[in-house]
């Protein structure tokens, strides 16, 4: 038999190791639990983030929409034990008509929400079979509270009506947007083939990219950068083409208090207008001009009062360079065969006026300037007597192997380096 004392000894061994093990199993409790609730409290921080993030973001994508007559109404449903959210939105007509119904499937991650989405056009806006259709994906950031999204629509091969044929190869949009102010965003555009036909007119593109960016201010979308490359575009109606290859357009924006300015520059291989008799072709063409408008365009509208409204504070076009050749040929009745090269630089100045006499008095205070150089070989063919009797009138004169010229308008009165076109006079400033 063992003394008391070692009794004693092993229980309270026992004791101690069963503390131990407790003591443990408490503090592995205890672990899993602070692990959890680091994993759990940030997913439901991020539900709760998102839900703020929700509502500005709908009112910027609101601003966006109503530049087309448009509105974004949604409809949410959460489920807590997952993390998820299902949402389903509709977009409406400013009319009411439905255009599009888009459902989503949000789930919450610890830095970030990231949803699967459908899109699907009503009747309402295309009554095609198949029914247009777009699938996507989007993911927000809560900490850089960035969105990034692209989407893909299915191909349709379908009518629009009885006698319309719409052919769409898929479409892939994609951007991203920041969801604070001044909600900076960026977009890109790509399709390969778009087509419709309707009663002897038709119009293709063909190869469409599309790229641009900007931010929102004062509840307004606003363009800082445009970026457009279009491999073919065709339109016809009935005996009447138009064919342009290769264009490529680039464009900077920029608002200064009340004054807009916008640099553009336009390119593009061969555009060709043909109609039986007619026909109309630019080759090689590269346009770059300014436009500075002393009016804000913030608000401005798609009507012409809205425009003649803006004209009427002044404006300017600045013509940097401009150069093409230029064929066009008439077989009617008096035929005319002509081929040039075209170059010319210049500006155009429209000076303020009061609104409401826009209309009558804008000739008269519109100012031109613009250096036109053409081809010698004007001098040749059905044109050349015209041409010559303008060369004997100082209208034009030989410079560099070119036929140039220096066109002013002001006034309401037209001269040509220096010479009188119209009855009176008027030599600007120099």
């Known amino acids: 038999?063992?003394?008391?004392?070692?009794?004693?000894?092993?229980?309270?061994?026992?004791?101690?190791?069963?503390?131990?093990?407790?003591?443990?199993?408490?503090?592995?409790?205890?672990?899993?639990?602070?692990?959890?609730?680091?994993?759990?409290?940030?997913?439901?921080?991020?539900?709760?983030?998102?839900?703020?993030?929700?509502?500005?973001?709908?009112?910027?994508?609101?601003?966006?929409?109503?530049?087309?007559?448009?509105?974004?109404?949604?409809?949410?449903?959460?489920?807590?034990?997952?993390?998820?959210?299902?949402?389903?939105?509709?977009?409406?007509?400013?009319?009411?008509?439905?255009?599009?119904?888009?459902?989503?499937?949000?789930?919450?991650?610890?830095?970030?929400?990231?949803?699967?989405?459908?899109?699907?056009?009503?009747?309402?806006?295309?009554?095609?079979?198949?029914a247009l259709s777009a699938q996507g994906h989007w993911r927000v950031n809560t900490l850089s509270q960035n969105l990034i999204y692209s989407f893909k629509n299915n191909e349709l091969n379908a009518y629009l009506k009885a006698e319309t044929p719409v052919i769409l190869q898929p479409v892939q949009l994609s951007g991203q947007m920041q969801l604070q102010p001044p909600f900076a965003w960026q977009m890109a555009f790509s399709s390969a083939l778009g087509q419709i036909e309707q009663l002897g007119q038709s119009l293709s593109a063909k190869e469409i990219s599309l790229s641009l960016s900007g931010f929102q201010q004062e509840g307004l979308v606003q363009l800082e950068r445009l970026r457009v490359r279009i491999a073919q575009l065709q339109a016809r109606q009935f005996e009447a083409s138009l064919v342009l290859h290769d264009l490529h357009w680039q464009q900077l924006n920029q608002q200064e208090g009340q004054s807009f300015h916008s640099y553009n520059q336009v390119q593009f291989a061969d555009l060709r207008y043909?109609?039986?008799?007619?026909?109309?072709?630019?080759e090689a063409t590269n346009l770059a001009f300014y436009l500075n408008s002393t009016a804000s365009l913030r608000k401005l509208k798609s009507n012409w009062r809205s425009v003649q409204r803006a004209l009427a504070q002044g404006g300017s076009l600045v013509i940097e360079r401009a150069q093409s050749r230029l064929n066009y040929e008439d077989l009617s009745a008096d035929p005319l065969s002509l081929s040039t090269e075209i170059k010319a630089h210049g500006r155009f100045d429209l000076s303020p006026t009061a609104f409401n006499?826009?209309?009558?008095?804008?000739?008269?205070?519109?100012?031109?300037?613009?250096?036109?150089?053409?081809?010698?070989?004007?001098?040749?063919?059905?044109?050349?007597?015209?041409?010559?009797?303008?060369?004997?009138?100082?209208?034009?004169?030989?410079?560099?192997?070119?036929?140039?010229?220096?066109?002013?308008?002001?006034?309401?009165?037209?001269?040509?380096?220096?010479?009188?076109?119209?009855?009176?006079?008027?030599?600007?400033?120099?």
Request: net charge positive; glycine share 4%; with cysteine.
């Open 1 to 130: 038999m063992q003394p008391r004392s070692v009794q004693q000894a092993r229980l309270k061994s026992h004791a101690h190791k069963a503390f131990v093990l407790i003591a443990m199993k408490k503090r592995l409790v205890l672990g899993i639990l602070v692990v959890l609730l680091l994993l759990v409290l940030p997913v439901a921080l991020h539900a709760f983030k998102y839900q703020q993030l929700r509502a500005p973001s709908l009112r910027a994508f609101n601003a966006l929409l109503a530049t087309q007559k448009l509105h974004l109404l949604c409809e949410q449903g959460m489920n807590w034990p997952n993390f998820s959210l299902q949402e389903r939105c509709e977009v409406r007509h400013k009319k009411g008509a439905l255009w599009f119904v888009i459902e989503q499937d949000v789930r919450f991650y610890p830095t970030f929400a990231q949803a699967e989405l459908n899109i699907q056009a009503q009747a309402a806006l295309a009554p095609l079979q198949p």
């Open 274 to 282: 043909q109609e039986p008799r007619v026909t109309l072709g630019l």
């Open 357 to 430: 006499d826009f209309e009558k008095n804008w000739p008269f205070k519109l100012d031109i300037k613009l250096a036109l150089a053409l081809s010698p070989s004007l001098l040749n063919g059905e044109q050349g007597e015209l041409m010559q009797d303008f060369v004997e009138q100082g209208w034009l004169h030989h410079k560099d192997g070119m036929l140039e010229t220096e066109l002013y308008y002001t006034k309401g009165l037209l001269l040509a380096n220096e010479r009188l076109i119209t009855t009176q006079a008027y030599l600007p400033k120099r």
